[in-house]
């Protein structure tokens, strides 16, 4: 499901399910973390096979963990936490490549890398209001810092899509190119220990945990009340 390459300087990851538009399971989530918090490359380059970026948290799995109780779904829950926590805190310095659409998780995942960069064909959602959930993943903590409170409520209120050139204009994404994977080379041709120097400092925030543990209890509670509600579904 997670294919690496390292190339020169830069480790590529690829989310690589297709056939689920990547979207992440337990066993990926854990291979995610190791493939980028476990490289001596300065830079990661972070993208989705198939003409999506990832579709974030299989269904499958979140309906399973519902129907286990709230146990499983804490652990599903830290678990994602902990690898968008991983990626944020890796040393390397990670740029997500969008291309095609980023849901839910996807969103999630990207806003844990450092810089996001999308194709003019990217799209971006946060769809879990229209489920009754939300995006546990950090996403209530990361999305606002990104883009601001009203952009984040807007966007997860309403669950709506927003293409590549108004995700640039609210601050989701810093770049709009062909080739994403450029920028992380361009990346790649600076200094590794001020590229890590930089991302320490810039990204230094002792009270994010404190603040995903609320989210995850206020998940748990919401999915733990109505999984009954909930089937296998993509």
Known sequence: MIRTEDDGDVRVVTLDRPERRNALTLEGLADLERAVAGTEQPVVYLTGAGGAFSAGADFDVVSEAGAEGRAAIEAFVERGQRTMRAI?????????????????????????????VATPGATFAETGVSLGLFGAWGGTVRLPEVVGTGDALDLSLSGRTVDAETALRMGLVQRVVPEPRSVAEELAGNDPDALRALKRLVRADGDREAREAREREAFVDLLSGRAADLGAGD
């Open 88 to 116: 944020e805190a890796a040393e390397s310095a990670v740029v997500a490549g969008v291309d095609g659409p980023a849901r839910g998780g996807g969103v999630e995942l990207a806003l844990a890398c450092d810089i996001r």
